[in-house]
């Protein structure tokens, strides 16, 4: 599929990996070019696998698994922008600096747009506005993204980084990536029922997600398990040792991680519409 290209934003290493990277796999394997921007190196996260990295080095470490990441799913190339991870609500590390959710908006906007205006996407790709689960940098990247994607084809907006050549760009579809209300609670269930010791979410966790109602495609990327599932270890300190998926049956495997669920966030979806699993249905090609 030469002359379609696909950016995706996201805010951490790993992002890219579990609720999106069978569609990125998917398409790319069909010649789609996607460029992958990561807005922060992870750097407020955990270390599951001991001895993986320490707090000092997790940022690098991640990056360089992110790269890893990359190759695996076939991305044509990815960019990590330098924020720092801003870490779960409540954490002191929300208070840095550097955290991305301090970031002003206007100058990630920017960045974004200016991602947009080189790359020049049909189909750019985020989180929806809850961010799968209330992470503040998942918010904020669905934030930012969706601004940059109204923006980037309005000559006004930032009209110095039109100077050089650079010209609008009007990105014809916005998806965002979602998971359906009660997610945590399906799946701690079917690793269970199938003898794998699971916790069960909490109660104030069990019903995160998005009502199925506003989910326009269950996409199915079983075809794409094998390459999702490489992407996904490539981030070793995000897996560990005891990761789940190693130990469940390739079934259960295939139902919580071969199918990802999307919306369209634009253009909007028409009454009685249906969202092919290709984001560039019926789109042609660009130079």
Known sequence: MPGFR???????????????????????????A??????????????????????????????????RAAVALGLKEH??????????????????????INAPEEAVVEQLVGEI???????????????????PDHIAISRHTTEAFHRAADAAAFPHQLANGMKPHAAVRLFYSARPRGFRMDWALRLRAAEIDFPLPSPERAQEGTPLEEIHLAMDVADYLDSKLACIHCHRTQVGPDWPYDK????????????????????????????????????????
């Open 117 to 135: 205006r080189r790359f020049r996407p049909q189909v750019v790709l985020t989180f929806e506005p809850g961010g799968l689960y209330g992470h």
């Open 6 to 32: 696909l950016l995706a934003c996201f805010a951490h290493p790993d992002d890219e990996a579990f609720p999106v990277g069978g569609a990125l796999a998917a398409h790319a394997a069909r010649g789609v």
């Open 248 to 287: 469940a049956p390739r079934e259960v495997t295939a139902y919580i991680l071969g199918r990802e669920h999307y919306i369209r966030a634009f253009p909007p979806v028409g009454p009685g519409e249906a969202v092919p699993p290709d984001f560039f249905s019926g789109l042609a090609p660009q130079p």
């Open 34 to 67: 996607v460029r992958l921007v990561t807005t922060t190196s992870g750097e407020a996260g955990d270390i599951r696998d001991p001895g993986s990295a320490t707090p000092e080095t997790l940022g690098s470490v991640r990056r360089s698994e992110l790269a």
């Open 79 to 100: 960019t990590v922008l330098g924020y720092r991870d801003s870490g779960m609500p409540g954490a002191p590390s929300n208070g840095h600096h550097r955290a991305f």
